[in-house]
């Protein structure tokens, strides 16, 4: 066989314009546009035959040779439970009576429980609101005073089948404290709304995190809730199980494209363990307008994740119900915006979005118009070099009138 030696730098002497526009694109585009695993997915609410409705949803992306389930539920406060198996027939299995109970363990189980290869779970416990008065605060800081959290576990969850859109694969948990003495939430709700997907691409609305068949998103948005200071700030507390005695890992990835989330270059990433395994994605900005934008937008600060003893945390059934009582619980906030700028007192509105999935996560390319933007500045130098070569060798000849003394 005969091997063309080429140059070690650049893109190679024969690379033509278009050629080295098709090499950027491909070297750039993501692993799961190249070769994705089809899934059928599907959402259901899971009916409770034995009593009224409970707001349990269960998303099932089904590949060829693998199943990813998702459980949301907010019994108590609400949680997710993450499960992967290797095997296509794997299925969700709930006896309500025991998951309704004092005592849930066994209550949720996938079936057969040898083929999970992965599991874990997300629970949300408490809503934080501060007065916005710490200037200076890092993300390990409080942005302020804190009022008194208001605890998910506490809040009435509106029935979710009203909401299920099987069209969009997505649903919404919507709800308010169940004792609000102050009727803060009298005009006001707090949502999960969350979204399955067939295939690759983004979401129309910003900051538009590239999904794949293997991912679902959650947007969390507290809407109409009346604040108990003029600037205050709110947070999230969010809490996971770890693998093992130690806490997932958290990253942050850096690009030097914003064209999907303007003005934001970073992504923060949650993994537990090394891949592929479970993973979430966030863009670390909120926004304070439906119509997130530039002008909208709140900085997200995450605090380190820390471990915590679960008895400190309110229980989630479903989490309970399906990994018993254990206590490597790893915890970390989210606050969103500052005492400057934007705020959620301009339209009581403040919206934020993460990815939950399993397997490898998706990774941000650079968009088009980057790539079209570098490919001109690569390729123009090169093609005023050809045209003046073409030119000098093929442009007309002009001849001297001097004639040479012999």
């Known amino acids: 066989m005969c091997h063309r030696k080429e140059p070690p730098w650049g893109w190679g002497h024969r690379a033509s314009g278009p050629t080295l526009l098709l090499s950027l694109l491909l070297a750039a ?59 296509p027939h ?24 040898d083929s999970v290869q992965f599991s874990s779970a997300l629970v949300f416990t408490r809503l934080f609101e501060f007065d916005g008065t710490n200037t200076s605060a890092t993300a390990a800081e409080p942005p302020g005073n804190p009022y008194p959290p208001y605890p998910l576990a506490k809040f009435s969850w509106d029935n979710i089948t009203d909401s299920l859109d099987p069209a969009t694969l997505s649903a919404t948990f919507r709800g308010r404290p169940k004792d609000d003495p102050t ?3 009298a005009h006001g709700s707090l ?36 604040p108990r200071g003029n600037r205050s700030l709110f947070g999230l507390e969010v809490a996971t199980l770890g693998q093992g005695p130690n806490c997932p890992s958290m990253q942050e990835q850096r690009s030097i494209d ?12 949650l993994l537990w363990g090394s891949l592929p395994s479970g993973f979430t994605q966030w863009r670390p900005v909120a926004f304070s307008q439906e119509q997130g934008g530039r002008e909208s937008a709140l900085p997200c600060h995450a605090s ?30 989210l606050t969103f915006g500052t005492c400057a700028g934007p705020g959620y007192w301009d339209r009581h509105y403040l919206s934020w979005s993460m990815l939950l999935g399993m397997g490898i996560p998706p990774e941000d390319a650079l968009s088009p118009l980057v790539l079209g933007i570098m490919a001109v500045a690569l390729g123009a130098p090169g093609l005023m070099l050809l045209a003046g070569g073409l030119f000098v060798l093929l442009g007309p000849k002009r001849y001297s009138e001097y004639q040479p003394i012999n």
């Open 29 to 87: 585009a993501p692993g799961g546009l190249l070769a994705e695993e089809a899934r059928q997915v599907s959402l259901e609410v899971v009916p409770n035959l034995e009593g009224p409705p409970q707001n349990l949803l269960h998303i099932r992306a089904v590949g060829p040779n693998s199943t990813l389930h998702y459980v949301w539920g907010s019994l108590g406060p609400p949680a997710v439970l993450l499960v992967a198996t290797n095997t």
């Open 90 to 113: 794997s299925a969700l299995s709930v006896n309500w009576s025991r998951l309704l109970s004092d005592e849930p363990e066994g209550g949720l189980v996938v079936l057969p429980k």
């Open 183 to 185: 009727g803060a939430f």
């Open 191 to 226: 949502a999960f709304r969350v979204q399955a997907f067939s295939r690759s691409g983004r979401p129309a609305q910003a900051p538009r995190l590239l999904h794949t068949a293997d991912t679902c998103q959650l947007e969390v948005a507290l809407v109409g809730a009346a």
């Open 258 to 269: 914003d064209e999907y989330a303007p003005a934001v270059f970073q992504l923060d990433q």
């Open 304 to 333: 380190p994740l820390h471990p915590t003893l679960a008895y400190l945390l309110p229980q989630s059934p479903i989490v309970r119900a399906f990994f018993g009582s254990q206590n490597n619980f790893c915890a970390f906030n």
